[in-house]
């Protein structure tokens, strides 16, 4: 039982792992698209706003692995797919507050709770 329960926290924790990672790229996006709101040339602006863009889609696949590990970053890897069919302007709220949460879960945290039975223990055959 032990075993399990430290084995259930290192998923855990490898999805707060790669959540942070993802948030990493979603910051980048963030600072990008700053800059873009106060720049002049109009080339400069696009290419930022490109730039933005393309470090939030590479958040994707690390959120992904992240609600792979841990179904509690599902949400993050959806708002980011959702970047391909909005504006990231209109992300943005929500994925700072996710990435808040990651950011402000420390490793080495327990799981929470849940009323999901440990698996039965196997049978070994005589």
């Known amino acids: 039982m032990l075993v399990l329960g430290v084995t259930l926290a290192a998923c855990s924790n490898n999805g707060l792992s790669l959540a942070k990672q993802a948030c990493g790229h979603i910051n ?4 990008l698209l700053e800059r873009a709101k106060h720049g002049s040339d109009p080339s400069e602006v696009s290419d930022l706003q490109q730039q933005a863009y393309d470090q939030l889609r590479d958040a994707l696949p690390i959120a992904a692995q992240a609600a792979n590990h841990d179904g509690q ?4 890897m959806t ?14 709220t929500a994925l700072a507050a996710q990435c808040q949460e990651a950011d402000s879960s420390a490793f080495g945290e327990p799981a929470p709770p849940t009323s999901i039975p440990p698996p039965a223990p196997v049978q070994s055959s005589p």
């Open 28 to 31: 980048r996006s963030f600072s």
């Open 79 to 92: 708002t980011i797919a959702e970047s391909n069919r909005v504006p990231e302007s209109t992300l943005t």
């Open 73 to 76: 970053w599902q949400a993050l």
